[in-house]
């Protein structure tokens, strides 16, 4: 071998050996994606589980990654849309991504957990709540929240012991979500013999809604409690103050965002709320909202530490598994309990978290709201 031969060797073989550590440094971080709505009407929902998410992911590599490797964050927009979220799917699925946190909508989540399923992506959601998503008897999926089925007696149980309002109706914006948990409120309240005098649907995104409160004045309804989004409720309230319609009102997790009081204004006052604690209150996660603070940010969303969590028990479940083979870490999460901002957190063979209690809160305009919750 001549000398310049040799040369063009270990030159060759130096641009071989930088290709392989550059392919080693791409291959040596753990992509997690975060599905959800940074378009559409309830972006605000999304930005909560973004943020909680990539707090989580910022926090886990300062301290030096899952077993040495950094997490990597790849963001999604489905924009609470059904078809929009399967084609996430797909894209998370042809970006080689093996674990999600999201989606947030249940209408979206749920058709985007069946593509995960089939192709071996961990999915958590942080905010979907209907039982549907983890009752198909999957092994991948997993949430950091509550169900519709817990939520909805909760909210059922606190108007029947404690409004005890005298004529009752239940609306909701006939999406998966909104008419599941109006559907379990119903018969909570029905089983508290509590009769509910007007059960309808509205249309997600109208606007007028003075029919359905004259109906509501006409049926001398003092209670109303609604199954949907802030959008809607937002505009129903104002609209009802403004019709003089006097009933108190309650919604889901769904309205409790700042958002609601910017549509409502003063009649969102009194407004009763489901929601997860207020874990940005717990002084045990004192350091984390120090640093949602330094990125002027707001901790207080209900769908931000849930997410956060749920990067936490990914990061847990890969530990655990000893591996990043997502049967693997499944099985680990399975079996396992994970210490987090939400809690010590443990699955059922559904996915479900295995204790979750909502709260409910009293809405105050231009105040911070209130637990009213029995102790």
Known sequence: MTKATKQISKLFAAMVLAGVASHSFA?????????????????????MQFMGAKQAIADINAKGGVDGKMLEAKEYDDACDPKQAVAVANKVVNDGVK?????????????????????????????????????????????????????????????????????????HDKQQYGEGIATAVKQTLEKKG???????????????????IQKLKQANV?????????PELGLILRQAKEKGLNAKFMGPEGVGNDSISQIAQGASEGLLVTLPKSFDTDPANKAIVEEFAKNKQDPTGPFVFPAYSAIEVIAGGIKAAKSEDTAKVAEAIHAGTFKTPTGDLSFDAKGDLKDFKFVVYEWHFGKPKTEVSPQ
Request: aromatic share 10%; charged share 20%.
């Open 222 to 230: 003092d209670f109303v409690y609604y199954g949907g989004y802030h």
């Open 194 to 212: 509590t009769k509910v005098a007007v059960f309808e649907g509205l249309n997600a995104g109208d606007k007028d809604f003075s029919s359905i």
């Open 99 to 171: 674990f999600v946190v999201g989606h947030l909508c249940s209408s979206s989540t749920q058709p985007a957990s069946d593509i995960y399923e089939d192709e071996g992506v961990i999915m958590i959601t942080p905010a979907a709540t209907s039982p549907e998503i983890t009752a198909r008897g999957y092994k991948l999926i997993f949430r950091t929240i509550g169900l519709d089925s817990a939520q909805g007696p909760a909210a059922g149980n606190y108007i029947a012991d404690h409004v005890k309002p005298k004529i009752v109706a239940v609306l």
């Open 27 to 47: 291959a040596d971080t753990i992509k997690i994606g975060i599905a959800g709505p940074k378009t559409g009407p309830v972006t605000q929902y999304g930005d």
